[in-house]
Every structure is written in C-alpha cells, then in structure tokens.
C-alpha cells in the first residue's frame, strides 16, 4: 500500500516536470507590437473598423491586413498615434470610413421596457439594469459603439453627441506644466 502511494507520487512529480519543461520549451511569445498598437486604440469593441474588437483589428495592422484608418470612435488622433507608433504616413479615413463626433447612449426611462437586450449587446457593461426594469447608461463607461441601439425592440435609445468643452478637450500633443514653485 506504502509502495504504491510512493510509485503514485514519484509519477506525478516526473510528469510535472515533463509539463514544466514543456511549458517553457514551447512557450508562444506574443506579438509585442500587437499589444502596443491595442493600447492606441479606444478599446470600444464596437466592430465598425470591420474586426469584431480592437485586438483582432491590432492584429490585422500589425500583420499588414489591415490599414491604420479604419477606426472611427478613434478618430484622426488616433489615426496620428497610429502612424506615429508605426512609422508610416498620416492616411485619412478610408472609403466608407467616416470620424463619428463623440458620443454617448441615452435611455429614455418612459419608454425602456426592461427587455435586457441592450444589455447584452453593450461590450463594455455600461447598461445597469435588470430584466423587466428599466435600463440606464452609466456615462462614464460609454465609448458610443451604437451596438445597444439595433437591438432595442421599442427604440428607446439616442446617441447624444458630447459637446466638446474644457472637461474633455483633448491636446493633440502632451502638454508641459512648469511648476514655478519648485
């Protein structure tokens, strides 16, 4: 009975370590570009460059499947960050491509019947609500995909346009404060 339980132990520790070097040994390193160019882009998941989210679209730029002015929340910012990073030429929006002004969902609460639909169509949780009560936007976590807008069964959703303003302004280049106090 001893016997076995040390035959027993002494296989899963080989085996461990069998795995543990295998691990290692044919370890898949990801694409360090990939990652650098996903954190330029908004991360809205929205799918309208043509990808259903900003990895896959990062993927695409990086392997050269894809160009650098697909993506609208981002805008031409994002497109300047993009060829920036990349080291190629500023391009405008592509055919069919056009910038979107920032925007936000609104639910109007009369109106929402609380189908969840939206719910499960927004890809970043910015809808709080439960089945059969009425739904609200959390603002804050809004990107303006417009995926919860379609499936809405008694379009009770608006996108309303952000008007730009010194809250959300956004310098094109870093700016410098010089503290004169210190």
């Known amino acids: ?7 027993m132990a002494a296989i899963a520790i080989v085996l461990g370590a069998v795995l543990g070097f295998s691990a290692m040994r044919f370890r898949v390193e990801g694409n360090p570009l990939v990652d650098k160019i996903d954190a330029v882009l908004p991360q809205t998941q929205c799918g ?11 993927t695409a730029i990086a392997g050269g499947e894809a160009d650098i002015n697909q993506c609208p929340p981002g805008g031409e910012e994002g497109i300047h960050k993009l060829a920036e990073l990349l080291g190629v030429e500023f391009k405008p ?12 969902a609104f639910i109007d609460e009369n109106i929402c019947i609380g189908c969840t639909l939206c719910l499960q169509a ?10 059969k009560q ?14 919860c807008v379609p499936p809405c069964p008694v379009d009770c959703i608006d996108m309303i346009e952000i008007e730009e303003d010194v ?10 404060v010089i503290n004169p106090a210190q």
């Open 134 to 147: 009425m739904h609200t936007i959390i603002a804050a976590e809004c990107t303006g995909c417009e995926l």
């Open 93 to 104: 929006f592509g055919e069919g491509v056009q910038p979107k002004p920032k925007s936000v």
């Open 167 to 176: 809250n959300n302004w956004k310098w094109r280049y870093p700016v410098y």
């Open 1 to 7: 009975m001893l016997t076995a339980l040390f035959v």
């Open 122 to 131: 927004c890809p970043v949780d910015a809808i709080a609500g439960a089945a």
């Open 48 to 58: 309208q460059c043509g990808y259903p989210g900003c990895k896959p679209y990062a």
